[in-house]
């Protein structure tokens, strides 16, 4: 692919330029050269389908990059499957059509890894998409990001629409979500042992038996990979995004209590779920197009460390 599918300085919308994803999106892009769009969501509520058309009609961006999302980890997508499924089609449904009613060249949905099957075969190829059952505790946002997948295939195929689907493995860095009731295992973990240190406590317990194993991609990675995807890929399938390694949940938290300083005991509560016994991304699809992460794990979590105590007074 050349460099024509994205001209230079391009106008691009980023649907959800206040989160994780989105921020780290909107700095590589402004980065580039490219003249970053926003709203914030007072101005613009993305679940409106009216509105988000007029908006994006009146912007008429040159790409729009779908970041929004109502995302969290296993308690929050347990606790509230009936949000988790129906904002975020809802979402889809209006950044999507709304692109195409305003004539957005461009268009790039990000959904996520869990989109696969539970049990699918490791490393997780794009096309193990539909291939068995979900994980149950995030089968509802699964669904609607599933939906994106192929609401963006539609779009292709019926108006020839230049619209590409990415799914991100697990994301972490600045910005991220603490807070302990909604947050993914990462944030979690960090947040959990500085209070440990913090109140001098001796041991943190941890929910599951710490055997599955998952994958980490820094943020700022997953950006430089959609500022690739948006000026090299115009395929039908979507394109994974992670660094191709994993690790034990056990491991990780190894990680992170010696990045935040706890030296105490790490326990595990067996009676809490585990979720999905591994999720490792194949990612050949886009490391042929020349991309390679540029943050090793330890490195990145202690940034991420670093920034939250920074911004959050901790």
Same mark, same amino acid.
């Given at each position: 692919?050349?460099e024509?599918?994205?001209?230079?300085?391009?106008?691009?919308?980023v649907?959800?330029?206040?989160g994780?994803?989105?921020?780290?999106?909107a /700095?590589?892009?402004?980065?580039?050269? %490219?003249r970053?769009?926003t709203r914030t969501?007072?101005?613009?509520?993305?679940?409106? #389908?009216?509105?988000t058309a007029e908006?994006?009609g009146?912007?008429?961006?040159?790409?729009v990059?779908?970041? #929004?999302a109502?995302?969290g980890?296993?308690?929050?997508?347990?606790?509230y499957?009936?949000?988790? =499924?129906?904002? *975020?089609?809802?979402?889809?449904?209006s950044?999507?059509?709304?692109a195409?009613?305003a004539?957005?060249?461009?268009?790039?949905? @990000?959904g996520?890894?869990?989109?696969?099957p539970?049990l699918?075969?490791q490393? =997780?190829?794009?096309?193990a998409?539909?291939g068995?059952?979900?994980?149950p505790?995030?089968?509802?946002?699964a669904?609607?990001k599933?939906?994106?997948?192929?609401?963006?295939?539609?779009y292709?195929q019926?108006?020839?629409a230049?619209?590409?689907?990415?799914?991100?493995? *697990?994301?972490y860095?600045?910005?991220? *979500?603490?807070?302990?009731? $909604?947050?993914?295992?990462?944030p979690a973990l960090?947040r /959990?042992?500085?209070?440990?240190?913090?109140?001098?406590?001796?041991?943190?317990?941890?929910?599951g038996s710490?055997?599955?194993r998952?994958?980490?991609? %820094?943020?700022?990675?997953?950006a430089s990979?959609c500022?690739v995807l @948006?000026? /090299?890929y115009?395929?039908?399938?979507?394109?994974n995004?992670g660094?191709? $390694?994993?690790?034990?949940?056990?491991?990780?938290?190894?990680?992170?209590a010696?990045? $935040?300083?706890?030296?105490g /005991?790490?326990?595990w509560?067996?009676?809490k779920?585990?979720?999905?016994?591994?999720k490792?991304l194949?990612?050949?699809?886009?490391?042929?197009?020349?991309?390679?992460p540029?943050v090793?794990?330890?490195?990145?979590i #202690?940034?991420?460390? #670093?920034?939250?105590?920074?911004?959050?007074?901790?």
């Amino acid at each position: 692919m050349t460099e024509s599918l994205l001209p230079d300085r391009a106008r691009i919308f980023v649907a959800g330029h206040r989160g994780l994803v989105g921020s780290a999106v909107a /700095r590589r892009l402004t980065a580039d050269g %490219h003249r970053v769009l926003t709203r914030t969501r007072t101005e613009l509520d993305l679940r409106d #389908a009216a509105r988000t058309a007029e908006v994006l009609g009146e912007l008429r961006p040159d790409a729009v990059v779908l970041a #929004a999302a109502k995302v969290g980890g296993i308690l929050a997508n347990s606790t509230y499957p009936v949000q988790f =499924i129906e904002e *975020n089609l809802q979402i889809q449904l209006s950044v999507v059509a709304g692109a195409h009613a305003a004539g957005v060249p461009r268009l790039l949905f @990000l959904g996520s890894s869990c989109i696969y099957p539970k049990l699918a075969p490791q490393p =997780i190829t794009e096309d193990a998409l539909l291939g068995g059952p979900l994980e149950p505790t995030n089968r509802a946002y699964a669904l609607a990001k599933i939906a994106g997948v192929v609401q963006v295939q539609a779009y292709r195929q019926q108006y020839g629409a230049s619209y590409i689907s990415a799914m991100p493995t *697990n994301l972490y860095g600045p910005g991220d *979500n603490f807070d302990l009731a $909604t947050s993914h295992v990462l944030p979690a973990l960090i947040r /959990r042992f500085h209070e440990a240190r913090e109140e001098g406590r001796d041991e943190v317990v941890l929910w599951g038996s710490g055997t599955p194993r998952r994958e980490f991609l %820094h943020v700022d990675d997953l950006a430089s990979a959609c500022a690739v995807l @948006l000026r /090299r890929y115009d395929g039908d399938d979507p394109v994974n995004i992670g660094c191709g $390694t994993d690790l034990t949940i056990s491991e990780l938290a190894a990680t992170v209590a010696e990045v $935040t300083g706890f030296a105490g /005991r790490i326990s595990w509560d067996t009676g809490k779920p585990d979720g999905t016994p591994r999720k490792l991304l194949d990612v050949t699809r886009l490391t042929a197009l020349g991309w390679r992460p540029a943050v090793p794990l330890r490195d990145g979590i #202690a940034a991420t460390y #670093a920034h939250w105590r920074a911004t959050s007074g901790s």
